[in-house]
């Protein structure tokens, strides 16, 4: 008997611990960073990953405890009147307090955490690869500079990526699914997004905005190449360029 009341009292310092140790484990987006980058897919994978603790390990441990409680506490009889142990004030504020406690230090984590990862998506690092995007009714329009204009985009892995956004005629969205990311173009105004694609990859960006009849037609292919690749690619396509007729600047 003494023993069982030793373990309750101890409950709440044990979930204290766990949670604890819990946060330490992902307070910091720094552990995933890729070659010393820490770019906003890692940061939002990581605080996903956050709240799905937060959500089922946080949440599962206060269900089983408070399943324990209902049980052990329950009416034997239709008349019972419960003779549950009285708790001093010092425990009962214990109880109170220390599991809302719990709750709300998780809560500011994942809203530090928050604030922390709207910085790293809003601070676009100084050595950029830039790239204006135009969207109209139903298509994007990849800008790279040099008079090279393309329908898709193509970028080289190991660089971060920045894309300066407009619309022409409604409100778009930019939604880059495979990094995370998703941004409005918007006509009269440029937004931006920064990516860092850390290896090869092939995806494609949808408007993820109704802008008419054939907003589901909307996508284009995104693709993360090797440098030298990349390379070629940009030369073969200025060559293209500037072996057209060049329109009179009268
Ligand atoms: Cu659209």
Known sequence: MRLRKGLESRIPIGIATFVASLCGAGASFAQGAKHGIISPTI????????????LFVIGGIFGVVAIYLLIKYRAKSPDAVGDGPKLNFDKALAWALVP?????????????????LWNIQR???????????????????FDYGNGVVDGDLIVPVGKPIVLRMTATDVIHSFGLSEY????????????????????????????TEFCGDAHAQMNSAVKAVPQAEYDAWLKSKAKKTSSLPQKSSL
Request: proline residues 5%.
């Open 123 to 141: 601070t676009v690092p100084k050595d950029a690869l830039e790239v204006n995007v135009k969207a109209s009714q139903w298509a994007f329009e």
């Open 180 to 207: 995370r990311l998703k941004e409005d173009l918007l006509p009269g105004r440029i937004t931006h997004m920064w990516f860092y694609p850390d290896k090869p990859l092939s995806t494609h960006v949808t408007c």
């Open 43 to 54: 940061a939002w994978n990581e605080t996903w990953h956050d709240v799905l603790v937060d």
């Open 100 to 116: 809302a406690a719990l709750f709300m230090a998780d809560d500011f984590l994942l809203s530090a955490k928050g604030w922390s």
